[in-house]
T-cell receptor, first 112, second 118 residues
């Protein structure tokens, strides 16, 4: 079956620190992988995506590389800002592109 | 990118009443829409998948008679929580997908609706 496992939070970092949020997946076929961000009281916003192995998704300084050999899609940012405080969800869709499978989310708080 | 709206953004209702939540794709035709439920500090759980003009497919454990889904047009799906109770209080999020081809078709998420049942 399909599933996503991401590191539990909460994560608290100082401004300008390096961020890594681990995400691994289990899937049949060739899934597409995503990171979504949810700010307090809001819905999900697509942060970045990768649709095939070795693709790197990047946006707003965040990046993640689709690693088929390790079934991972870790989220990284070199220097976080207070405005990056949010909950981050790793997700995949199956190769039919129908259903999303979400991880449990990782709460990030960046302090000045 | 494509925009999906939800209305209302939040609603408070009394126990026993029914609440309707709308999900609209504003600038594209959504052949498929999805309804998710999110509990505090938890991930999204898929409730049901609806295709325009046909009955919704519900996930295991979701009561279809309680959560009525209607996908009457290519731009509108509605979720009606019937006879709501406090345990139905949650954040409901819809998403919409354009296209029916096999393979990846991006889904666009609505901003969510916060339902509180007193």
């Amino acid at each position: 079956g399909n599933s996503v496992t991401q590191m539990e939070g909460p994560v608290t970092l100082s401004e300008e620190a390096f961020l890594t949020i681990n995400c691994t997946y289990t899937a049949t076929g060739y899934p597409s992988l995503f990171w979504y961000v949810q700010y307090p009281g809001e819905g999900l916003q697509l942060l970045l995506k990768a649709t095939k192995a070795d693709d790197k998704g990047s946006n707003k300084g965040f990046e993640a590389t689709y690693r088929k050999e390790t079934t991972s899609f870790h989220l990284e940012k070199g220097s976080v800002q207070v405005s990056d405080s949010a909950v981050y969800f790793c997700a995949l869709t199956s190769n039919t592109g129908n259903q999303f499978y979400f991880g449990t989310g990782t709460s990030l708080t960046v302090i000045p | 990118g494509a925009v999906v709206s939800q209305h209302p953004s939040w609603v408070i209702c009394k126990s026993g009443t029914s609440v309707k939540i709308e999900c609209r794709s504003l600038d594209f035709q959504a052949t498929t829409m999805f309804w998710y439920r999110q509990f505090p500090k938890q991930s999204l759980m898929l409730m049901a998948t609806s295709n325009e003009g046909s009955k919704a497919t519900y996930e295991q454990g979701v009561e279809k008679d309680k959560f009525l889904i209607n996908h009457a047009s290519l731009t509108l799906s509605t979720l009606t929580v019937t006879s709501a109770h406090p345990e139905d209080s949650s954040f409901y999020i819809c998403s919409a997908r354009q296209g029916t081809a096999m393979g990846y078709n991006e889904q666009f998420f609505g901003p969510g609706t916060r339902l509180t049942v007193l």
